[in-house]
């Protein structure tokens, strides 16, 4: 008898975790060689086996300029992206593209929208230093032939403004997209914002964030920043959030993972979720 309670429970939890969908919100750092070590050439087959060894369904990106997006493109076999550069809305400037995996999700629509008073064409929002945009993608799962809404983004990090307005319009162009009462819908990226600060109360108001809805209890540092300073996660510099409605989250996590010679492979941490559909 113990051994059939046994063999019910390994299968319950076994048919559970593979039951689960991965998600990852990931600040790659941009290209420049102003970083030295910490370069993206010393770095992109660090990020690339990270991905790999994790393997999420889907990835949020940002600050990808377009030789890393092809990089991870090329080398990243069952995924497919939706996204435009911000500057031009097509390959100038950083992306925030979305990644999926090709055979657990099928593209119903996808889009971008610009983090401004004219959301339809590239363009600065308030006292924004640059563009922002935020990508979506309405995904089924071939699957279990549900739908799920996927949005990434990138707050700007001066205009203060400029956050708080971008919050606002975020949420106000999520609920022209789809019922935020009924739909599932996974929100994330870079709000370069702490958590009790204005943007988060406003997109909070209307979606939970992961970490604190989590059934597995968050363990790690609050930190998502790091600025390529090895062993720096415990500041509380929280900024890169993955946020969610209609979804049950069962674990949250942030990644400390390091390349061969110890150093971070971007300096932001990424942040990755399971979830039930």
Not at 22 to 42: C, H, L, P
Not at 98 to 124: A, C, Q, R
Not at 183 to 201: A, H, Q, V
Request: charged letters at 25%; proline letters at 3%.
């Amino acid at each position: 008898m113990k051994k059939l309670i046994i063999l019910l429970v390994l299968t319950t939890t076994n048919s559970f975790t593979q039951d689960l969908s991965s998600a990852m919100t990931f600040n790659v750092r941009y290209a420049t060689a102003k970083d030295g070590i910490n370069q993206w050439e010393n770095r992109k087959k660090d990020v690339l086996n990270l991905l790999k060894n994790y393997s999420p369904d889907i990835v949020g990106f940002q600050e990808m300029l377009k030789s890393q997006l092809e990089f991870i493109d090329e080398n990243l076999n069952k995924y497919h992206y939706v996204g435009v550069a911000r500057e031009d809305g097509k390959s100038k400037g950083e992306f925030s593209p979305i990644f999926f995996n090709t055979k657990k999700y099928k593209i119903i629509e996808n889009g971008t929208f610009w983090l401004s008073k004219t959301p339809d064409v590239p363009s600065m929002g308030w006292d924004a230093a640059h563009k922002r945009v935020c990508t979506y993608v309405k995904l089924v799962n071939l699957k279990k032939n549900n739908f799920l809404w996927v949005f990434n983004t990138h707050f700007d990090h001066l205009g203060k403004e400029a956050r708080i307005n971008s919050s606002k319009l975020l949420i106000s162009q999520i609920e022209k997209l789809l019922d935020l009462d009924k739909e599932k819908i996974i929100l994330m990226g870079d709000f370069n914002s702490l958590p009790n600060s204005e943007p988060i109360k406003i997109i909070m108001n209307k979606l939970e964030d992961g970490m604190m809805n989590s059934k597995n209890k968050f363990k790690g540092e609050l930190s998502t920043f790091n600025g390529f300073e090895v062993n720096k996660k415990n500041d509380g510099k929280r900024i890169d959030y993955i946020f969610s409605k209609n979804l049950k989250i069962d674990s949250y996590n942030h990644l400390y993972d390091k390349r061969q010679n110890s150093l971070y492979v971007s300096d932001h941490f990424p942040v990755l979720i399971s979830f039930k559909e």
